[in-house]
């Protein structure tokens, strides 16, 4: 089998870098892609990240949750430290858990122009309440746009039995 290139893997600094600053603001620009080898076939990617954390922009306590990222993609696919390092630039970043979402399903869109995501956040209870929101978004003009809707439309058609996560 045949690994990547050095010319496939240019925009990839991240990985295996010893010497990894963890940025403690916001930061889109540590985002990196690379060339998917499979741009002729659907697929989904899903990640998975237990541990985000961001601020409540009203009273600065941490918010917790499980965040959900899945695409499908096109020419491009985001690198998974770069995703971890961004995610984590969300730690001190005061938003609300909705703006949240959107903010990192928009900065994914930008970075890859991935033919389908969605993003949903699961946010573990904070005042006897939890939110869980979720967004996607498909590629206009196109078969993922309709699906986008469809699934916006049943994304949760089978809710979780919630134990207080």
């Known amino acids: 089998m045949a690994g990547r290139s050095k010319e496939e893997l240019a925009g990839v600094s991240l990985l295996g870098n010893q010497g990894t600053a963890y940025p403690s603001n916001y930061a889109p620009e540590v985002l990196e892609s690379f060339d998917n080898k499979h741009p002729g076939r659907d697929y989904f990617v899903k990640f998975n990240c237990p541990e985000f954390t961001s601020l409540c922009p009203m009273t600065g306590q941490p918010d917790f949750a499980t965040i959900y990222i899945s695409y499908i993609p096109?020419?491009?696919?985001?690198?998974?430290?770069?995703?971890?390092?961004?995610?984590?630039?969300?730690?001190?970043?005061?938003?609300?858990?909705?703006?949240?979402?959107?903010?990192?399903?928009?900065?994914?869109?930008?970075?890859?122009?991935?033919?389908?995501?969605?993003?949903?956040?699961?946010?573990?209870?904070?005042g006897g309440i939890s939110i869980d929101p979720y967004c996607n978004w498909g590629k206009p003009g196109t078969k993922y746009e309709a699906m986008a809707e469809h699934r916006l439309l049943n994304h949760d058609l089978y809710p979780e039995k919630v134990d207080n996560r």
């Open 74 to 126: 096109d020419a491009k696919m985001v690198e998974s430290k770069s995703l971890k390092l961004y995610l984590f630039s969300f730690r001190n970043h005061g938003d609300f858990h909705e703006d949240c979402m959107n903010i990192i399903m928009n900065d994914l869109i930008e970075l890859m122009a991935p033919r389908y995501i969605e993003v949903w956040g699961k946010f573990t209870p904070r």
